[in-house]
């Protein structure tokens, strides 16, 4: 059995390391009341069995349980030798954080075989937690913030493929707009004949993944670039930006533009391009 408990820090961190480890061999664990802090918990081989509120997952490879503090459980070992990783924590933020992700007091989690960087961090966290080289607990902070959000983007906690998967399905898209973008004649038409699909199941994708349709997306994506470039290239007009992004008149830049950033393009351009006053850009 490998387990650390880290040094306590002398003040509550946003994330905060309890206990991090791996059990060769897991037994039966039964908690009426819970465990006091968030506790995952992984099956790194072998297959167990976790139940809750009358509910009872199969504890696969490549799947896992985060529970939130204070949840009654009970897991235990199927069919032989049950390999299980497993990391429990606390914080200032870690209730909101976990809750921000969309998570509820008993989540689980599912990833497929290819895709294990979760289990990479796991097994990193605890090489790392084995040197004891992080008395004050902040890089044990920022790898549990990044193994959440691992949790996040690999796994997936129901029948649809997860966040990194349905990007994959839409990524070539994407490096096709980051070049294409300044054409004014692009629509949905050529943006859904990039994937081989239909408009409608295009937007379906797009609201999926970024909660607008795909060409909000590249409106969007237009005045990212605008914002890159207004306050570095003051020898160009606003007209000419705006049409360089792919708007097809400035009249339409300036309207789009105010309406998502709250200023006009001029005014964005004083306010963040060279010699603007520092303290004005933290008051805006």
Do not use: C
Not at 179 to 195: R, S
């Amino acid at each position: 059995m490998r387990r650390v408990v880290p040094a306590f820090p002398s003040e509550l961190l946003p994330l905060q390391l309890e206990t991090i480890g791996i059990k060769p061999d897991q037994e039966t664990i039964a908690r009426p009341s819970g465990y006091p802090y968030f506790h995952w918990l992984q099956t790194l081989h072998g297959e167990g069995e976790l139940s809750i509120n009358g509910y009872t997952w199969k504890m696969t490879e490549r799947s896992g349980v985060l529970l939130a503090p204070g949840t009654p459980h009970r897991y235990e070992p199927k069919g032989g030798g049950w390999q299980t990783g497993y990391i429990t924590f606390h914080g200032s933020i870690a209730a909101s954080f976990v809750r921000s992700l969309g998570w509820s007091a008993a989540e689980w989690f599912q990833w497929e075989a290819g895709h294990d960087q979760i289990t990479d961090q796991l097994k990193g966290m605890l090489a790392f937690a084995e040197l004891g080289g992080d008395p004050s607990g902040w890089r044990y902070s920022a790898d549990l913030y990044r193994f959440l959000t691992l949790l996040r983007t690999d796994a997936r906690t129901d029948k649809r493929p997860s966040i990194s998967k349905r990007l994959d399905r839409v990524q070539g898209l994407l490096n096709w707009l980051e070049h294409e973008f300044p054409n004014p004649e692009i629509g949905l038409a050529e943006m859904a004949a990039q994937l081989g699909i239909g408009e409608r199941q295009l937007n379906e994708r797009f609201r999926d993944l970024f909660g607008m349709t795909a060409y909000a997306y590249l409106i969007q994506l237009r005045l990212r670039k605008a914002k890159e470039w207004l306050p570095y290239r003051p020898d160009w007009t606003v007209r000419r930006i705006g049409e360089a992004v792919g708007f097809r008149d400035a009249s339409h830049f300036v309207a789009t533009f105010r309406q998502k950033e709250g200023m006009t393009p001029e005014t964005y351009r004083k306010l963040y391009g060279p010699g603007s006053d520092p303290e004005r850009r933290l008051d805006n």
